[in-house]
């Protein structure tokens, strides 16, 4: 069931008030974030479940100067969320005046009279407010006087450290999306819409659809096996090219080509949801579009064993 998605906190429907909220980011929707939420529902089963998030993300509004780090965007995250239960999302515009609200007027403001929020959980290093000023125990203290209850979830952890959004764009980042899948309990996908190339895909015999990485991280660049879901819902094997392609050399800046194997149909303007399973090789230079071309034939029959036996697996 999809969550009910708020874009401010400003006239909430009284069905949307009283809900017992997960606080955060939410970046990637991982397994300590499922943890957070399953600790928050098992703490007030009675209340609705619901998560107060920001978007965009305050580190793209502070340092917009730094590459596109972001592991979900707003339909993702949603997507992941309402999967785990959740039945509100108040996502909260983050600009310059949200930025300027204080600790206490977010509290105050945003979370007991804008909201009306009956129980509150984050994570114990959780802040907020201008400059962030408020932390966790000023939360709480508040809370209190505001007669809403708190939760203090620590962050779930193995051996490794906590899980963390952080941890997860590194593994990426460094070509491992199965373990990276492992720590987000799902494959990682990139959702995007699907825009014109070149067509020089279509003309090598593997006509992809290109699909901008845009705010999205960029993962290690290489070829990929992977799912892509339709807007119908169907989902299909595929062969993703994630890079620069250095053959072609076009100057042009990375990108996702993705190519459904055994699929025929107009996929432009659509909204795909391409998931990474796992980095089949390094993109690299070839010497000739014929060499290419057979790499990508050699490409496609990987991924097709590679899914299949995923499929088989039950994996």
Known sequence: MRAHLHTGWRHIPDAARGMAAALGNFDGVHLGHAHLLHTLHTARPDLGLAVVTFEPHPREVFRPQDPPFRLTLAEERLAALSALGVRHVFQIPFDAAFSAMTAEQFVTDVLHEGLGLRHLACGT????????GGNVAFLAERAEELGIGMTIVPALADAGGPYSSTRIRRLLQDGYPERAAEELGRPW?????VQHGDKRGRLLG????NVPLGRHLEPARGVYAVTVRLPDGQAWPGVANIGRRPTIDDGQESRLEVHLLDFEGDLYGQTLSVALHTLLRDE???DGLDALK???A???ATAR???????????
Not at 125 to 132: N, P, Q, W
Request: aromatic share 14%; proline share 3%; glycine share 8%.
């Open 189 to 193: 996908a990139i959702r995007g819409v």
């Open 294 to 296: 057979a790499q990508i």
């Open 125 to 132: 290093d959780f802040a907020f407010g201008h400059r962030r």
């Open 206 to 209: 593997f006509p992809t659809a």
């Open 298 to 300: 050699e490409d496609a």
């Open 305 to 315: 064993t590679y899914l299949d036996r995923l499929t088989r697996t039950g994996l």
């Open 284 to 286: 690299r230079r070839f």
